[in-house]
């Protein structure tokens, strides 16, 4: 791993979000609530670091894949440290793991929150909250890739570590016209939201920081209850289109504007998709019928659709408080949590295509013993899936499940009760946002102990980096092959700098 590199490079992406920090004192203004000094300050802070790591380290002409996973983790790790700054200088939560684990889940697009009412938050702050979702949906990476050249060295190490699903889709000959493209849609599809919500009554402030939670899958609303603050069929009818659009691949969006019309339809992940939203809204609304728990039929359609596009795409907005539904409807509700969206979409969780693949390969094995001498292969629609796709995806799910046990086994351990704290895990691993119990959605996370949160802030970073990125770092042999970094030569006379080089 080349140090110096890595560091140059995170005091560059540390400057681009102190721009990023700017942007809420216009509402600060606007609405009066005197948070301006607050990002202020957090964005001098940010300045300061970053300016300081861009001077004092050399650039690297390459980088390796070592060095994207280290750009990558350390990134989201300081993105997060200076997102929480505001909530810190606000003064509205108690403790900087509070505001780190607020910022974490806001960049992750988990959603899950530390707060019993929202309504006490400044608008700036609001904004601010709504504006971490959707830098982190696409990607800081694949952002400063759209925008700005200042990554164009090691793009594809960089983009292959941060964006989602086992497999990459580049869209075009150059790493950086893909994130172009990308964050394109992710664009238009936001305006799009924000316009028809508008349409609905939505005014433009809630309606500007919903389209930015939806489109990031993250779940931030601006009210304690959630998108079941505006009681309205054509809001929730809104934002269900868009979530469910925010879990499907975003190259699909992107051929489909092309023209290619059949371009969903064609894609095997796509109809496995929404074919589990469909059977999963059919089993639960059944459920509840029969419990009584909902007996109108208009009122169980629309409760049990919305949460169920919700829960799969891990975007976690409510309207209704499903830890009052049957158990089977619990049931079904987490298994959703553990498979999520489509790859290359904004969702967290293991990701439908993982599951499609597994499902194909375990079946192919069954096959093997009744026929032992027939070969067989596993085909993604008419493509034949490479072996080494398939490794991926067994060692991804065996990661998976030591990771969850692991954190499971430490959230409990610091007293929460085994359901809420397996559901605490779940939640924040899958990027989801509300678990069950204690953690369910008409709760919060405030009451956990700072281990507790200090291991979801964990869990939220590594499942939306997808373990592996995470995991890599967490190895002896990543660190034994680190090169010093390299300081700029006009800061030392020559003969230390060749010390410190050489050393």
């Not at 300045?47 to 790591?53: D, F, I, P, R, S």
């Not at 994130?179 to 609905?200: N, P």
């Not at 939220?460 to 680190?482: N, Q, S």
Request: hydrophobic share 50%; aromatic share 12%; net charge positive.
């Amino acid at each position: 791993m080349r140090s110096g590199g890595v560091l140059n490079l995170l005091g560059k992406l540390l400057l681009v979000l102190s721009l990023f920090l700017l942007t809420p004192i216009p509402f600060s203004f606007y609405y009066d609530d005197q948070m301006a000094t607050a990002f202020l300050l957090s964005s001098l802070v940010g300045g300061v670091c970053g300016g300081a790591l861009v001077f004092l380290f050399l650039p690297e002409k390459e980088l390796g894949y070592k060095d994207g996973f280290a750009i990558v983790v350390l990134s989201w790790v300081g993105l997060a440290f200076l997102g929480a700054l505001p909530y810190l200088f606000s003064g509205k939560m108690p403790s900087f793991i509070d505001c780190y684990f607020e910022s974490m889940s806001g960049f992750t697009t988990t959603g899950s929150t530390i707060l019993s009412t929202i309504e006490i938050l400044p608008h700036s702050l609001l904004f601010w909250r709504a504006l971490t979702h959707w830098i982190g949906g696409m990607g800081i990476i694949v952002l400063t890739l759209a925008i700005l050249p200042l990554l164009g060295i090691g793009g594809m190490q960089l983009f292959q570590a941060e964006m989602p699903g086992p497999t990459k889709d580049r869209l075009a000959p150059r790493i950086q016209d893909t994130a172009r493209i990308l964050w394109s849609v992710y664009v238009l599809l936001t305006v799009a939201e924000i316009v028809l919500l508008m349409l609905g009554g939505v005014d433009f402030f809630d309606a500007m920081c919903h389209s930015f939670a939806t489109l990031a899958t993250g779940g931030f609303s601006n009210h304690s209850l959630s998108v079941a603050y505006y009681n309205s069929a054509y809001v929730e009818g809104v934002i269900i289109l868009f979530m469910f659009l925010a879990g499907v691949n975003f190259s699909l969006h992107f051929h489909f504007l092309r023209g290619r019309l059949n371009a969903f339809w064609q894609n095997e992940e796509f109809r496995l998709y929404l074919g589990l939203i469909i059977g999963s809204t059919i089993l639960i609304m059944v459920a509840n019928f029969f419990s009584g728990t909902i007996t109108s039929f208009d009122r169980n359609l629309r409760d049990v659709l919305f949460q169920v596009v919700s829960i799969i795409t891990t975007t976690g907005f409510g309207t209704a408080d499903f830890e009052l539904w049957p158990p089977v409807c619990k049931v079904m509700l987490v298994a959703l949590m553990f498979i999520g969206g489509c790859s290359g979409s904004t969702s967290g969780g293991i990701k439908v295509v993982r599951v499609l693949l597994f499902f194909k390969y375990a079946h192919l094995q069954l096959h093997r013993l009744v026929h032992p001498r027939q070969v067989g292969t596993i085909k993604l629609g008419a493509v034949k899936v490479p072996q080494e796709v398939l490794i991926g995806i067994l060692g991804f799910l065996a990661l998976y499940i030591a990771f969850f046990i692991f954190a499971t086994l430490m959230v409990t351990a610091t007293g929460v009760d085994i359901v809420t704290g397996t559901t605490a895990v779940v939640a924040t691993l899958n990027n989801v946002g509300p678990g069950l119990q204690l953690v369910g959605p008409t709760q919060n996370f405030g009451h956990l102990p700072g281990l507790a949160k200090i291991v979801l802030i964990f869990c939220m970073l590594a499942g939306r980096l997808e373990l592996y990125t995470v995991a890599v770092l967490l190895t002896p042999g990543f660190w034994k092959m680190a090169r010093p970094p390299k300081f700029r030569p006009n800061l030392f006379h020559t003969k230390k700098l060749n010390e410190i080089n050489n050393s």
